[in-house]
C-alpha cells in the first residue's frame, strides 16, 4: 500500500489527468498551486474524525480544512469538551489538531461554495479510502451535513445510510458501516467505522446554526479524551 506521501502524490497526479471544477482564482490569490491536494490536519492516531464536505477559501489559504467559520466552531468545540474552557488563543484552538483528525470528501475548493459533483467525488473516492483506512487508525467519524454523511452510503447496507438518514433522531444516534478500499495490488481491506452525523454549522444553515455548539457537545460527550 501507499505511504501517505505517495498517496498525495497520486491524489495530485489524478486532479492533473483531467479537467474537474477548482477556484483556480482563490488559489492564485493564495499562491497554491490548484492540484496540490489539502487533504487533512490533525492526528492520524486519533479515535474521532471530523469528515466534512469540501475545502473554503480559508481553508485553501491556511492549508488545512476545517479552519473557516464552520471548522472553527467545531475546533471551539472541540476544544472545550477536551479543557473544559473556551480557547483563548488562536495557537490554543490549532492545539486541537493533536487530539484529532479532520477532512473532507473531496481535498479541493469547488468554484463558490456549491457541493462537488458525484461524478468527481466518485474520482477521488478510492484515494480517500486509502486515506482513512490505510493512513488513519481511528474508528468514529463525526460527520458535517447531508454531503458528508452520505459519502459513506456505498459502505452500509443496501440503502442503509439513506434510510438512517431519514430518522428524526439522526443526529443523536450512530450507524456503523464497513469501510472498504483496495490496496495497490488490487486486495480489498475492510475497517468497521462507526458514523455520527451533525448537521453542517454553517452561518446559512439557519436551522441548525444556533443549536449546533449544543448538538457537538451531546456527540463528544460519548467520548473518552
Known sequence: MSNLETL???????????????DIPIYQSANKE????????????????FFGRDLGRDEVYAGQPLIGA???????????????????TKKELQSVCD???MTN?????????????????????PFMEQFLLFHWEGNQIITLGTEAFKWF?????????????????????KLPVMLTAKDDNG???????????????????QQYYELFPKMLQDRLNEFEF
Open 8 to 22: 498525495i502524490q497520486q491524489i495530485q497526479q489524478e486532479a492533473e489527468r483531467a479537467p474537474f471544477p477548482i
Open 34 to 49: 490548484p492540484t496540490q491536494p489539502i487533504l487533512y490536519a490533525g492526528n492520524l492516531k486519533s479515535p474521532l474524525c
Open 70 to 88: 464552520a471548522g472553527t466552531l467545531v475546533r471551539e468545540g472541540f476544544y472545550l469538551a477536551l479543557h473544559g474552557k473556551k480557547n483563548k
Open 99 to 101: 487530539r484529532v483528525l
Open 105 to 125: 470528501t473531496v481535498p479541493y475548493k469547488p468554484p463558490g461554495n456549491k457541493a462537488y459533483s458525484t461524478e468527481v467525488k466518485e474520482r477521488f473516492r
Open 153 to 173: 452510503a456505498p459502505y452500509g447496507k443496501r440503502g442503509e445510510v439513506n434510510k438512517f438518514f431519514l430518522n428524526d433522531d439522526r443526529y443523536r444516534t
Open 187 to 205: 486486495m480489498q481491506h475492510q475497517r468497521q467505522i462507526t458514523l455520527l452525523p451533525l448537521p453542517h454549522p454553517s452561518p446559512l444553515n
